[in-house]
């Protein structure tokens, strides 16, 4: 296993230091976690009721094997076939399939950098860390990795990284989708999923063409102008040349140029063997969404084609989901997803704000340091009421968002905010008693 070990070491006055310069990043950190809170609430409600007015409006289209103009302008319900006629071509590697969606992904066999960290705090406040780099993985990757950029100067020359083809990942759609009478635009179009994978067919001259690109030539270590080939005798089992016969003397072997080019379903390697993958082989796959889908969509009705609807609150609403599937349907999907956002939100929101805080407490660990123990103990303490002030200081701005967008609930939270905040204080103001010397 090829390792490698860097320590480093910083002193109580630069950990010191870098704890004051992190409290302006922690600044503005909570500064970014408070906006992105009060946005977020904000966004769901609007959303929300933009979903509810659309869903108060829909009319079913029905038969879409005609244009209805009495629905033009409506924001209907429709489900049908999407088709396509269209042929989706891949430039490089000449590959066409009638299809909504074509698609090309491209990987690296290249070698990978691990570390691992290990910090230890020293008696005086300063800290140690060592950190230890391996190179003994090899991975696909979607990226080619610089070894340029390795830690270790050994593992630069012998881990080196090399990419035998430069190819790009490629993503080619469909222009004209048709369902029933009517045609799809882009933005339809585009949310058309479930793409599988596709069967590759390469041309000869592509095959040649790619070969000659990435597979320089092997040259045979005899010399070819001294090449004798030996006469076969009958002892070896084959034919012996009559005396009459011209043998075959002074032949020159030709360079030859391995196979480098293979192809086996979805995937086109790029490299001498799929089976044992060298360092810089590429792996593509290609993938197609069919020309014929079962879709069902909600859009505003624009003669023969489709945009989104335009809610009073100026949100947009439209969507497509692969399958039949009821408005009803669709627009609880949309309500559940908008929901499953929020919180994901939510909690990018509070652990932004926690950690904010955490950084604007850490000089005070880093003073107590000076002792390891005690500077981990306020650790554990700044710790603490960073979760707790960050908790308490997000549900008081969500629920004051919610006092903005719905009071009713916003009230409720509000209360458990203000709770949160008084056993804080009461937590700290209990330790601060505890302190004080007994008479």
Not at 59 to 77: F, T
Not at 279 to 287: A, E, P, S
Not at 305 to 327: D, P, Q, Y
Not at 407 to 413: D, E, N, T
């Amino acid at each position: 296993m090829a390792t490698h070990t860097v320590t480093t070491s910083k002193s109580w006055f630069q950990r010191l230091g870098s704890s004051f310069g992190g409290i302006i990043f922690g600044i503005i950190l909570f500064v970014i976690g408070t906006i992105l809170l009060w946005w977020n609430e904000g966004n769901f409600v609007k959303t929300q009721v933009a979903l509810k007015e659309a869903q108060g409006v829909t009319q079913e289209l029905g038969d879409i094997s005609s244009i209805d103009s009495a629905l033009n302008g409506q924001l209907v319900h429709a489900t049908g076939e999407a088709k396509t006629d269209d042929i989706l071509e891949d430039p490089v590697f000449g590959i066409a399939a009638n299809a909504i969606r074509l698609e090309r992904s491209v990987e690296f066999y290249q070698w990978v950098e691990d570390s691992k960290k290990e910090t230890k705090q020293k008696l005086g406040g300063g800290e140690e860390t060592v950190t230890t780099y391996t190179y003994d993985r090899k991975e696909w990757v979607a990226n080619p990795i610089d070894s340029s950029r390795f830690s270790s100067p050994e593992a630069r020359e012998t881990h080196k990284n090399t990419v035998i083809a430069n190819v790009e990942n490629f993503k080619v759609q469909a222009k004209e989708v048709t369902f029933g009478a009517y045609r799809l635009p882009d933005f339809l179009i585009g949310s058309i999923s479930g793409s599988e994978s596709l069967t590759v067919e390469l041309s000869a001259d592509v095959i040649a063409k790619l070969n000659q690109q990435i597979a320089p030539p092997i040259v045979p270590s005899i010399p070819v102008e001294t090449v004798n080939l030996p006469e076969p005798t009958p002892a070896q089992g084959m034919f012996q040349f009559g005396e009459d016969e011209e043998k075959p003397t002074d032949t020159p072997l030709v360079p030859l140029q391995p196979q480098m080019v293979h192809v086996s379903g979805g995937t086109v390697y790029l490299g001498q063997s799929p089976a044992q993958p060298n360092i810089g082989d590429v792996r593509v796959t290609f993938k197609y969404t069919k020309p014929i889908n079962t879709v069902s969509l909600i859009a505003k009705l624009n003669g023969d084609t489709f945009e989104t609807f335009k809610a009073k609150n100026g949100r947009s609403v439209s969507m497509l989901s692969i399958g039949t599937h009821s408005a009803e349907n669709m627009f609880e999907s949309a309500h559940a997803a908008n929901s499953m956002w929020t919180w994901i939100l939510r909690i990018v929101g509070v652990l932004l704000v926690c950690m904010s805080i955490g950084m604007m407490l850490a000089p005070l660990s880093v003073l107590a340091s000076v002792i390891p123990f005690l500077g981990k103990l306020v650790g554990v303490g700044t710790g603490l009421v960073s979760m707790l002030f960050g908790l308490a200081w997000s549900l008081l701005i969500i629920a004051l968002a919610w006092l903005f967008y719905r009071p009713l609930i916003g009230i409720i939270l509000l209360v458990a905010a203000v709770g949160l905040i008084a056993l804080l204080f009461s937590k700290l103001s209990g330790k601060k008693t505890d302190a004080l010397p007994k008479q």
